[in-house]
């Protein structure tokens, strides 16, 4: 038998691996490109645009500066395994980003785009009352409507679909698979399709042009999936925990309250995000559900200020935009790792 | 701590029987095992002894009165899962207190007697972490606090040691043992190890198929099986069981002729010998084998023979293979170590005797 030599396949096995995770970067770099580029934008032209137009100018300059950077900052985190010195180099990129981009683009850059934050008659400054009849709102009414609309919806999903969720996993009573397959089914049809008998059925009962209209649809359409989503994550929790439970001497609702329901709070958290992005970012239903302009939320407010207004600001759109994606981005942000989880809980139910 | 009836007890889903007419009569104190293979039913027995399942039929009583309706989480019973079922929101500390949390015990005497517990069980360091963090046997000590802080009428086990290793299990055997002498609870345990029943427990009932087969001490279990299927459960290595005739003083077996005694033997027909493998020995005279195989169990050596009443099982106390394959000898053994069975009924002829 000849001599193996383990130093060689070593060095092999190092390079293999630095190879494959460089590739990997640059496969995963170029498939997010399409994806990051478009959001950048907005917010490059939310900060540098000047009434009336738009330049590519600034994005391609602040684009010379980050990607070197990126580039840079992958190249480190390939080769190179201290953590610490990763993150001094990361630190020392970022600083050179911040310099290069001061330089190249610092002069164009402003906030005169996110004037609407602070300035209640926005469009009348611009066009004069007369234009729409100074019916345009102040952002922060269309901000706090949105909250409102988001946060209830959000509310009355969780609670309905934890408890409905609960009660399909543990019971079984008569029509529970008939009332799962009925669940499913709601789901083929798109709740756009419904528009018109939601809109009359909503106007029966007296509700159109309130906030409660869209918040009751939004509520109600999305509830079957929500629900067997909590069925799966209920599914996932042992029986005999909760036997344990009632055996130690709790109630039923003590034992849902303190066992159960502290092991599903992943899929509270996750459906709570979705949820909420759901009544944030509405459209469809908040604009077929009011005749005129009887309530502004976020999404009727980023269209008529690009839409109603001629001329279009597309700084101020921007700005807009950039304002109303923000809280939705901040939730992902903070809480991906309940999203994903979601897919688990969603794959044992 | 409790007397504990269970009388003419059944329990059906449907058409499905898990437990068909059981009665029992459980001491102050005593421990129990429930012994049988899966599926005998002996899990639905504990559940609903502990309230999670009701009886179809039937009474279950504490102390003597009737508790067949009476609510789990009012009839103070401490159970260990075989999962453990341990609280994963909640530290080891605030899982063995959650009992305690429904009985309104004042939150100071509370912690002392969670801290007692855990003294006795030994956990009393790892108060602070959570289940995810402990090991096998830990969880397992968990949960045995757990159902023991509040002081039970009555502690049921099921199968809590299945989970653990082997040797963990031996002294967890022990372990289980000196708290329940401790604290004198009437605990049940359910197990499908014969080896844990015999250790453990006062005295074994033996299921099967949702039916007790035998209610007795280990040794009477052991010395006079009431049917074949207990017979064949308590034993390790499993008693032989041959298919035999019985006509008046004579057994037979092929062409074999044994020697019957004992009253009842007039009664005859198809019957069953069970001969166990530690009381074939061999001997000067009797049965001429042919050893077919030999398996070293360490202290002792299992040898399979093939004799003129079949294919026998014997153990010999040596941890040396002594006969090889193909070695020929006699075997023999005592009158009084044999069991024969009525076929028919499988239940044991008591006093009748095989003899070579």
């Given at each position: ?183 499913l089914l709601l789901e083929v049809f798109h709740p756009w399709m419904l528009t018109i008998p939601i ?151 | ?174 372990e289980i043992r000196r708290i329940q002498r401790e604290l004198g609870v009437t605990t049940i345990l ?167």
């Open positions: 038998m000849t001599a193996i030599d383990w130093n060689r396949l070593a060095t092999r096995a190092r390079r293999g691996r630095r190879v494959r995770s460089a590739l990997l970067l640059a496969f995963l770099t170029l498939v997010s490109l399409p994806v990051i580029l478009p959001f950048f934008w907005v917010v490059v032209i939310s900060v540098s645009a000047r009434t009336g137009g738009v330049e590519a100018a600034v994005l391609w300059k602040a684009c010379a500066v980050l990607v070197p950077c990126v580039l840079a900052y992958a190249g480190v985190h390939t080769f190179i395994a201290s953590v610490r010195a990763r993150i001094i180099a990361g630190l020392l990129l970022g600083g050179l980003c911040l310099i290069g981009l001061y330089v190249l683009i610092g002069a164009d850059l402003h906030l005169n785009n996110y004037r609407f934050l602070v300035n209640p008659n926005l469009i009348e400054d611009i066009r004069g009352a007369a234009t729409i009849g100074g019916q345009f709102p102040w952002v922060w009414e269309a901000f706090g409507n949105s909250l409102l609309v988001a946060l209830t919806s959000m509310t009355l999903k969780v609670i309905v679909a934890t408890l409905a969720g609960y009660y399909l996993s543990r019971f079984a009573f008569r029509g529970r698979s008939f009332f799962l397959q009925s669940l809109f009359l059925v909503i106007f029966w009962v007296g509700l159109l042009n309130t906030l409660s209209g869209p918040i009751l649809v939004l509520t109600v359409i999305d509830l079957p999936f929500y629900i067997f989503i909590m069925k799966g994550f209920f599914d996932a929790v042992p029986w005999d925990i909760e036997m344990s439970a009632m055996t130690d001497g709790a109630t039923r609702r003590q034992a849902f309250r303190h066992v159960v329901l502290p092991q599903v709070r992943g899929g509270i958290i996750a459906i709570s995000v979705l949820g909420f992005i759901k009544g944030w970012e509405e459209y469809v239903f908040v604009t077929a559900l009011r005749t005129g302009n009887s309530y502004w939320v976020m999404s009727t407010y980023l269209y008529y200020v690009a839409e109603d207004v001629m001329g279009v600001d597309y700084g101020l759109v921007a700005a807009v935009s950039v304002f109303y994606m923000l809280p939705s981005l901040l939730l992902y942000l903070f809480l991906q790792k309940y999203l994903t989880q979601l897919t688990l809980g969603g794959v044992k139910g | 701590m409790a007397r504990v009836d269970l009388q003419n007890v059944t329990k059906d889903w449907g058409t499905a029987v898990a437990v068909d007419d059981i009665s029992l009569d459980l001491k102050d104190g005593e421990f129990v095992a429930v012994l049988g293979p899966s599926g005998c039913g002996k899990s639905t027995t504990l559940f609903m002894l502990a309230g999670i399942y009701a009886p179809s039929s039937g009474d279950i009583r504490f102390d003597g009165a009737r508790v067949n309706d009476v609510e789990a989480r009012d009839r103070n019973v401490g159970i260990v899962f075989q999962s453990y079922a341990l609280y994963p929101n909640m530290t080891v500390l605030q899982n063995i207190l959650f009992p305690l949390r429904f009985q309104k015990v004042p939150r100071t005497d509370a912690e002392r007697e969670a801290r007692e517990i855990a003294r006795l069980v030994q956990i009393e360091n790892l108060l602070d972490r959570r289940p995810g963090q402990l090991s096998g046997g830990q969880q397992q000590r968990v949960a045995l606090a757990r159902a023991l802080v509040k002081k039970p009428n009555l502690l049921l086990l099921d199968e809590p040691l299945s989970n653990l290793d082997a040797t963990l299990r031996l002294s967890m055997r022990a359910v197990t499908h190890d014969q080896i844990e029943a015999t250790t453990m427990a006062d005295r074994i009932i033996c299921m099967n198929a949702g039916r007790v087969e035998q209610i007795g001490t280990p040794t009477d279990l052991y010395r006079a099986p009431e049917t074949t299927f207990v017979a064949a459960f308590i034993g390790s290595p499993p008693i032989n069981l041959i298919d035999a005739r019985l006509a008046g003083d004579t057994l037979e077996i092929g062409d074999k002729r044994l020697r019957a005694t004992g009253a009842g033997t007039e009664h005859g027909g198809p019957v069953k010998l069970g001969l166990r493998p530690e009381h074939i020995r061999e001997a000067a005279t009797g049965l001429a084998a042919t050893i077919t195989a030999s398996e070293p169990m360490g202290r002792e050596t299992l040898y399979t023979a093939d004799t003129p009443i079949g294919s026998l099982h014997f153990l010999e106390a040596t941890s040396m293979p002594r006969l090889a394959p193909g070695a020929k000898l006699s075997l023999t053994f005592d009158g009084a170590d044999s069991l024969v069975f009525d076929a028919a009924t499988t239940r044991l002829m008591h006093g009748v005797c095989a003899h070579v």
